[in-house]
């Protein structure tokens, strides 16, 4: 097996390997996103209670409604503190993803580079070869003329 076939056979389970690094950090940019627009609807969603919370309070409520109203933000303030939290740590796994995929697809591109000049080396091996060959050829000829 030729020098340029072998590290051809690395190339490309290095950039296999790349290719699934970068759908791995495609699905951690998905996840991301998701998970940022779903904050962004608790965001919403308690602004929105807010409001009407503050609406309700300009007329006048009951103590245990004013209670309830402020647990269930209360609660909403701990679910968005939580989603930050884990939208933050998939922030920082989408980032690894990204380094990891951005190794593998250097070393994949180093490796494709490296066999693509051991392939222009062989090349020009046989070009040799058959040149000296064909100038072998073209002697006896002559001398058996």
């Not at 503190?81 to 994949?108: C, D, F, P, T, Y």
């Amino acid at each position: 097996m030729k020098k340029s076939e072998r590290l051809k056979t690395v190339a490309d389970i290095k950039a296999s390997q790349a290719n699934k690094a970068m759908e791995t950090w495609g699905l951690a940019q998905r996840k991301y996103s998701d998970l940022l627009k779903q904050v962004d609807g608790l965001k919403v969603y308690r602004l929105e209670y807010q409001n009407n919370f503050n609406k309700l309070g300009g007329g006048g409520v009951k103590v245990a409604q004013l209670l309830e109203y402020r647990s269930f933000i209360e609660k909403l303030d701990k679910a968005i503190l939580g989603q930050e939290q884990a939208l933050a740590m998939l922030e920082a796994e989408m980032i690894g993803k990204r380094k990891v995929w951005e190794e593998l697809h250097n070393r994949s591109q180093g490796l494709k580079k490296i066999c693509d000049a051991a392939l222009a080396v062989e090349i020009k091996q046989q070009d040799k070869r058959e040149q000296l060959e064909q100038d072998e050829r073209a002697g006896r000829l002559r001398r058996d003329v």
